[in-house]
């Protein structure tokens, strides 16, 4: 009997750690390996793309390209506005771009092809901070919301339900070490 219930327990706290845990991934921009160029029309950026993903502390973006070309610029959001290619936080032309996020809120990129800025060819993403870390709970912050003034800290009552679950893990952790 009790060697069920300690199976149950041990069960449940794995089940629990699984929720709230989440493993870094790698997003291709855009979704394929043609994504970083000029789009064909200004619905089509990749700013929806990136509006449609919920980028994480440690996840990375994957870029693909021809670096005869094009290349992959960070820059501040002044430079991202201005499409400004000099002095960028960092430059990449390897046609393999691979970009960490290692903090949280926003990240501009901008294409080093001559006039592919000016036409659309950037990106905004937003990393969500680390206490909001599971996955899905609710949208992402639109770029859009990263272009004028200071962010504004969701109210989804996300945070909320990661104490619940977070609580609960402690709690069945508590429980099979003191079955155990």
């Known amino acids: 009997m009790a060697s069920s219930r300690s199976s149950s327990l041990v069960c449940i706290a794995l ?4 929720i709230t845990s989440s493993e870094a991934r790698d997003f291709l921009v855009g979704g394929n ?6 789009p064909p029309t200004t619905t089509d950026s990749l700013n929806q ?9 440690g996840d ?16 501040t959001r002044e430079a991202y506005l201005s499409c400004k290619k000099t002095s960028p936080i960092a430059e990449h032309k390897n046609g393999a771009t691979v970009v960490e996020l290692h903090r949280s809120g926003a990240y501009y990129f901008i294409s080093g092809a001559e006039g592919a800025c000016e036409e659309g060819e950037k990106l905004i993403v937003v990393v969500m901070s680390e ?17 004028e003034g200071p962010a504004i800290a969701p109210t ?3 945070s909320r339900m990661e104490k619940v679950l977070k609580s609960s ?3 069945a952790l508590l429980v099979l070490g003191i079955v155990l």
């Open 49 to 57: 793309w990136a509006e449609k993903n919920r980028f994480q502390v």
């Open 33 to 38: 390996v043609n994504a970083w160029r000029v």
């Open 131 to 147: 206490r909001h870390s599971l996955r899905g709970l609710a949208p992402a912050p639109s770029p859009a919301e990263y272009s």
């Open 15 to 18: 089940l629990l750690v699984s």
């Open 60 to 75: 990375s973006l994957v870029w693909r390209y021809d670096a005869g070309k094009d290349s992959v610029l960070q820059v």
């Open 169 to 171: 893990v402690a709690g």
């Open 156 to 158: 989804s009552g996300a």
